[in-house]
DNA sequence: GCCTATGGTCTCTTTTAGTAACCTTGTAGC
DNA sequence: GCTACAAGGTTACTAAAAGAGACCATAGGC
């Protein structure tokens, strides 16, 4: 690292190592700009993929969403809807039945995240039986 | 929805709905056992991606992560390690200097998850500008 | 002596997630 | 006529998590 290829590292003027190694990184704009973070914040919750695999599927109703996330509180669920809806992924519909039901449904911009989505989805799928092994091993040794 | 091809809903029987739209959720395990929200609570926080990220250049001491990713405390960082150590995805190495240093890197599993979140960073950098647009739109409407 | 750097931990405060009750309006049951 | 229930939420309250900041041991530089 510092000079030659010590494994072990001794104190380095860390300032190189930074600007050497991590160029992808702090070519990002630092925080609000970021897009990255700006989608992590987005669909990186708890319920906020769920939601969007639920409405994969086809429009549903408020009800529905709610019934498919069984332990998804209601709001909780408004408000993963919101912010969706709000970032353009989801479109919301009310219909003046009474009492009046609420359809949400993928709009173009929101069935576009589905194939990277569905990408991770498949390496959870996969990998999950490592990361479950992984995590007793960890466990174990304490 | 309930019979014909009625817009407009009106009250039904929604059990029917559920079954018959949302069988690849439905088909999930309910909860602690779904690789997805597995995954999803490991890497969906706030900081584990932007760590994998960072980590993806190669092998880093923990001062040159915190550098790299400003704004992280580190308490949260150390949390994050320690998570992402757990689940395999990261090694970490202590070398015996004064003061020690300690080195992560990326596990070969570690590796494998670059390109399931590649695609959700290309997605993320093509479309942030919609989700921008959506949410400028959404505020003024209110 | 004092400040710096290492990789953390500990405590405290603030933010966020989650729970449960309530709201409105109309229909169904009794 | 009274109660109950459905829809899609909202509101108040509580539990959990995130974040800020001080502290620790040890050694080197000035």
Redesign the pocket.
């Known amino acids: 690292m510092g000079q030659g290829e010590a494994a072990v590292t001794t104190?380095t003027s860390?300032s190189a190592i930074v600007r050497a190694t991590a160029p992808d990184l702090a070519g990002r704009p630092p925080a609000s700009d970021c897009p990255l973070r700006d989608v992590l914040d987005r669909i990186g919750?708890?319920?906020s993929t769920l939601t969007l695999g639920t409405l994969a599927s086809g429009p549903h109703?408020?009800?529905?969403v709610?019934r498919a996330i069984p332990?998804?509180?209601?709001?909780?669920?408004?408000?993963t809807?919101?912010g969706l809806e709000r970032d353009g992924l989801i479109a919301?519909a009310?219909f003046p039945t009474?009492?009046?039901?609420?359809?949400?449904r993928l709009t173009p911009l929101g069935f576009t995240i589905l194939e990277p989505l569905g990408a991770l989805v498949q390496w959870a799928d996969e990998k999950h039986a490592a990361i479950k092994a992984a995590r007793s091993a960890y466990d174990a040794s304490n």
Chains 1, 2 share one sequence.
Do not use: G
């Open positions: 104190r860390d919750d708890k319920w109703r408020f009800s529905v709610q332990d998804i509180s209601k709001r909780m669920l408004t408000q809807l919101r919301r009310v009474k009492p009046p039901s609420v359809e949400y």
